[in-house]
């Protein structure tokens, strides 16, 4: 049987061929702290990364991850700063905690739609990662995930994730505005704190936001958002956006540097659906309750269709006209 062989490019301009142990497996810290690698191509056949298995190697610039790896360890190229580019093959499920940490020289990563999580840590720090697209398979973005990715310009959250954990995009000081979609009911503490963040919108009305979800984010002048989310204070009191909090509304503790002129939460039926809070069809029926006169509220003007959002738990009750 032919083993498996791992080439690296070394600093010096030669080769290194390295034979696994293991034909499926890249072993735990196998080339970790190894600062004369340049480029490594893992061959096919392997399915797994452990955790350290590149950790520390600061010349690494490029690497070539087969298909069929489905397991990317904790710290597997963690403090690779040289690394420029990765592509995570279709298959892996998980990105590990501290995978790509302080991968300081990444600027694009392509993560395939098999990932589910992202884990703690997974790009902390990766100070050159300018746009990110999160995958429509992603569920949960785990605390402190891109904390201190500083050149983050655009972030594209999808439909499907719930949860944004602890201080995830903390520290992206360029990231100028964000849209958080419906199926996300939890933005917990410092999850955007001290970003570059001129306006956000978040989706949900039953969102429950932690009251320091956005601290320091001292440029914020706009916010779309439904009354009907919570906000989370420290002590675990939970207020809606409009009731009082130490003698201000709930939303000020949230987005401090925000005037009431600038937090859109639309009140009529017409403004909801002009914000993509409620589809068309949906608003011509919650007016014809309201006012008897479904046929003449039926002239609402028709919006593209990026701007609709299908929004459940909204009653009649919700609106004026």
């Not at 030669?14 to 061959?43: C, K, M, N, Y």
């Not at 690494?60 to 990317?72: D, F, H, K, M, R």
């Not at 694009?108 to 720090?125: H, K």
């Amino acid at each position: 049987m032919v083993a498996a062989v791992v080439v690296l490019t070394l600093d010096d301009g030669g080769t290194e061929e390295v034979a696994l142990e293991q034909s499926d497996t890249v072993g735990d810290d196998l080339f970790g702290g190894r600062e004369d690698i340049v480029a490594a191509r893992i061959p096919e056949g392997v399915t797994t990364i452990e955790k350290y298995a590149f950790d520390g190697c600061n010349s690494l610039a490029s690497v070539s991850i087969p298909e069929g790896v489905t397991t990317i360890g904790e710290y597997a190229f963690s403090d690779c700063s040289s690394l420029a580019s990765v592509t995570i093959p279709e298959g892996v499920t998980r990105i590990e905690e501290n995978a790509f940490h302080e991968c300081t020289s990444l600027t694009s990563v392509t993560i395939p739609n098999s990932v589910t999580t992202i884990g703690r840590y997974a790009f902390y720090d990766c100070s050159s990662l300018a746009s990110l697209t999160i995958p429509d398979g992603v569920t949960t973005i785990e605390a402190w995930a891109f904390r201190g990715c500083s050149s983050l310009a655009s972030v594209t959250i999808p439909e499907g994730v719930t949860r944004i954990g602890k201080c995830a995009f903390g520290g992206c000081l360029r990231l100028a505005s964000v849209t958080i979609p419906e199926t996300v009911r939890t933005i917990e503490a410092w999850a955007f704190s001290m970003c570059g963040l001129r306006q956000a919108s978040i989706m949900n009305p039953l969102a429950q936001i932690y009251s320091t979800s956005f601290s320091n984010c001292n440029l914020i002048d706009r916010v779309n958002i439904h009354n009907s989310a919570t906000i989370i204070f420290l002590g675990g009191e939970e207020k809606k956006l409009r009731e009082p909090y130490q003698g201000r509304p709930a939303w000020m503790h949230v987005f401090p540097s925000c005037t009431a002129a600038n937090i859109k939460w639309p009140t009529s039926v017409r403004e909801r659906y002009e914000a993509g809070f409620v589809d068309r069809a949906t608003a011509i029926s919650i007016m014809a309750a309201l006012t008897g006169r479904g046929q003449r509220n039926s002239n609402l003007p028709r919006l593209p269709m990026e701007m609709v959002r299908n929004v459940a738990g909204l009653r009649a009750g919700d609106f004026a006209v």
